[in-house]
C-alpha cells in the first residue's frame, strides 16, 4: 500500500514539472503558435503569443524607469498568482528548528574516571564497522 502511494506522489510531482513543457511541444506540433507569459516581481504580468526574441524580451523587461502601479493593480495581483510560480513561491519547507535560547554551559563537564583508563577503547570511541558492499579488486 505504501509502495502504491509513493509512486502516485512521484508521479504526481512528475507530471507537475513536465506538464508545462509537454503543453508547449503538442500545442507546436499542432501548428498554434507560442504563447509565453513573465511574471515580474513588481507584480506586472506581461502576455504575448509567437516569438519572443532577446532585444522585444529586453525591451520588456527593462526597469530602469520604473512605472507607478495604482492600488487596483497590486490588489490584482495579491489576489490572482500565476500557477507556474505559486509552485516553487509556496512555503512547502518544513517550520524551522527550535534554537535554545542559551548555549548549553555543561561541555566541560567530567567523564567517569574508568573512560579515561580504560585498556582497550570503549564502544563510543571505536570506528564503526564498514556497512557497505565489498569493494570489487
Known amino acids: 500500500m505504501w509502495r502504491r502511494a509513493l509512486w502516485l506522489s512521484c508521479f504526481a510531482i512528475l507530471l507537475n514539472a513536465l ?13 498554434q503558435q507560442r504563447s509565453w507569459e513573465i511574471c515580474l516581481n513588481d507584480g506586472q504580468r506581461l502576455s504575448g503569443s509567437g516569438e519572443l526574441d532577446y532585444a522585444t524580451f ?45 548555549a548549553e554551559l555543561d561541555g566541560n563537564r567530567l567523564l567517569p574516571f574508568m573512560l579515561y583508563r ?3 577503547p570503549l564502544q563510543g570511541w571505536r570506528a564503526s564497522i564498514p556497512r557497505g558492499p565489498p569493494v570489487l579488486v
Open 118 to 120: 580504560a585498556p582497550v
Open 58 to 102: 529586453l525591451a520588456l523587461t527593462d526597469r530602469s524607469k520604473p512605472q507607478k502601479q495604482t492600488p487596483a493593480q497590486t490588489e490584482k495581483m495579491a489576489m490572482e498568482d500565476c500557477g507556474y510560480c505559486f509552485t516553487h513561491a509556496a512555503s512547502f519547507a518544513p517550520p524551522p528548528a527550535e534554537r535554545p535560547l542559551l
Open 19 to 31: 506538464a508545462p513543457s509537454i503543453s508547449h511541444a503538442l500545442s507546436l506540433c499542432k501548428g
